[in-house]
DNA sequence: GTCTATACACTGATAGAC
DNA sequence: GTCTATCAGTGTATAGAC
């Protein structure tokens, strides 16, 4: 029952979502999440970079999930891939431009200076890409067509989310939708 | 002739491609630089923001010229385009994993909290996509096709060098260049 | 487990001399 | 144009009481 503990790791979520990682600061997170002060070092002995990449790995566990129920509704590859991606136009919409995980952010920010967060970002990129993958080869592709195809995809994706954030509009990701469900009929 | 100007400007490009906007302190951008301390705020009277800003165009544009003379190397666009991709994945990979843009970092860092360089960065993008787009009415495309296929492109490029650098491989790149290629040939 | 207090470095920014 | 000095605020992290 450590649900301080859970706030705190949600807050920060939350926080570098927005902002990044660097100008998240532990006050804010501290004060936002309404957790008691004294705990932070307690249930994070490693300090900020520990406590982010917890924070990491919840949030891609998450997105992981919706990842994968999404992928469950309709059995054709490319059309169950582009409703997700249209799903997640619509979240990066409705969140005001600025969602999309913290991950992109804080996996660039850090990838040069802690090989901490960035592994943390390369497993749970890995992880979604194999989820992709699975699900590609359902269709009539190789295997490393599959795991080719969904490294496209999640890098499409990515980047989607930051062009969907910097023009605050959701078509990007509908053009990545739709350009991608193509591609992946030209094969199957 | 405003050379320390001019390095101030490299300096914070550099800095802010490696480690982001909220890491990358003025003092830091000063002492790189070797620029007399003083003259920060003299050449920049908007502080931080916009000389970032202007550091941020400055790459846009040496980017958009390298796209530009790269696409024109060769007339078909498939090719000619995932040539550009695959130079990118080698620029990424000689850099230590490093390289590519602060643009990406510092938009996703700021684009919540400063409009003024949220502006910027969706300026630079869509000069980038504009190229492409232009590039690809070479080939068989619609105006509208060829806007969106652009427009992921784009995406699928800046996704890519999030996962080379996490990654820690050019092959992420490689594989957009790749299947964009097929895609594209899909229609011309 | 949680608190307060605090250390110490650094941030962006400004003022005023030269 | 460039300098030094300095501002007020914030950053992460730690110590020690409770």
Not at 54 to 62: F, H, V
Not at 76 to 82: G, H, K, T, Y
Not at 131 to 142: D, N, T, W
Not at 151 to 174: H, K, Q
Request: hydrophobic residues 40%; charged residues 20%; negative net charge.
């Amino acid at each position: 029952m450590t649900t301080a503990r859970d706030q705190i790791i949600q807050t920060t979520s939350t926080l570098m979502e927005l902002q990044g990682y660097h100008a998240t600061g532990l006050n804010q997170i501290i004060k936002d999440s309404g957790s008691p002060k004294g705990s932070l070092y307690y249930y994070f002995p490693g300090g900020k970079e520990e406590l982010t990449a917890e924070a990491l790995n919840r949030a891609g566990q998450i997105v992981l999930n919706r990842i994968k129920s999404n992928l469950d509704l309709v059995e054709d590859p490319a059309e169950s891939i582009s409703n997700f991606i249209r799903n997640v136009a619509l979240h990066v919409e409705l969140s005001g431009y600025q969602g999309g995980g913290p991950i992109t952010t804080v996996a660039m920010e850090t990838s040069a200076t802690s090989e901490r967060l960035r592994e943390a970002c390369h497993r749970i990129y890995s992880g979604w890409i194999e989820v992709f993958a699975e699900k590609l080869l359902q269709g009539r592709f190789s295997p490393e067509q599959a795991q080719s195809l969904a490294t496209v995809i999640i890098a499409a994706i990515e980047g989607g989310i930051i062009l969907c954030r910097t023009g605050r509009s959701g078509d990007p990701l509908r053009q990545v939708a739709d350009n991608l469900a193509i591609l992946i009929r030209q094969f199957g």
